[in-house]
């Protein structure tokens, strides 16, 4: 089946999915598509038959690519558009701090967590592994929360926080998990070439970022034509992010930062009030489609995720361990911080609770290896995804509300 007809099945599902839930189920879409996928899911593996006819066409999508090398630039993109530098610019000392050393030691952490937990149900992997689930559970996607927080009232200065930790630590992630990769493949490598591979894709990203960014804004300058300035944007997320993958640097890092000159650079001294309106609107719908249709993918999964039932409990296990790990790396900072810095009420417990973990995460663990390993940590990454959309998503409003 070719890829066109699996896109409009899964955009018409999509589209059916979020009728429903507006109508009758009346969740936060995303959340609203991704249950009634999971249902459907439920569904099709009852009936034999009709999951036979199913499997195939999932199976034809590459879930991995198409969110890594598909959604993920335009989500970045456009979630950077809508940041405001000078609330980043204020508060990047604590959004630098969680997005570098917290990814680095929620990696570390996690990783020893679930090599030590799976000795203990005598399942034996090689310990890079752990770590390269550490890294891929770090990243942070709030989409799902994000209006919710918004309409409990949370301050500015949260809501940035939450924002910026989520932009940056996707590309940190995303980077970490790479060079780990590139580690398992090679059966060995210093810490050096790590170290070195590390850096030239963090600073290589940001420089070009920067570069495709400015290029960018200089075009649109000189141009007064909502239609073309879209155009170039399109042209800067899909070209930009293909460089990058091309030159070996970091595409989610350079989305960020070119992102946010478009956003706040172009957006104030390069744009007529008529291309805003515009521009906004379109990567707003972009955001919006991208993220229902990844939920609603991210529910079809459920087909295949291969049972495992010590997966399943080591699965069940991670997720009070790992909101601690997420508790602990948030807790540290403000309290140090908040010597020289005010933090708004309830900041640790939001930002706790709020860290759900999304798309890229089932994204980097389908890009491992096809063996028992990655079947292993397919089903435990899918209890933590389902469970930090679902339940954490279904309750940060109230807990949000308890600090406002």
Known sequence: MGIITISSILMSLCG??????????????????MILAMVSSVGMILIPS?????????????????????MLSFLLFAGALHVDW???????LMILTMALFGTLCSTIAVGYSLHYLLTIF???????????????????????VLAILKRAGIPKSLEINVVGESLFNDGMAVVIFTALLGVLAQGNAEVSHVIILFVEEVFGGIVLGFILGFLVYYLMYHVDNYKVEILLTLALVMGGYELARYMHLSGPIAMVVSGLIIGNLAHSNAMSQQTRDYLNGFWEMIDEILNVLLFMLIGFELLLVISNISALYIGIIMIPLLLLIRFILIFLPVFIFKIFKEFA?????????????????????????DNEIRDI?????????????IVQGLTIGRLAKKYT
């Open 345 to 369: 009420r309830g900041t640790v417990p939001i930002l706790t609770w709020g860290g759900l973990r999304g798309g890229l995460s089932v994204a980097l663990v389908l890009s491992l290896p």
């Open 122 to 144: 005598d399942i034996q992997i090689d310990i890079i592994y752990a770590f390269l689930f550490g890294a891929l559970i770090s990243p942070t996607d709030p989409i799902a």
């Open 86 to 92: 000078g609330l980043l610019k204020k508060h990047r």
């Open 377 to 389: 940590l397919l089903l435990i990454t899918y209890c933590v995804v389902v469970f930090s959309i």
């Open 16 to 33: 059916l999915f979020a009728y429903i839930n507006y109508r009758f189920i009346k969740l936060p879409t995303t959340i609203g598509v």
């Open 50 to 70: 009709v999951s036979d006819v199913v499997r195939p066409v999932l199976s034809g999508l590459d879930f991995s690519d198409t969110v890594m090398h598909g």
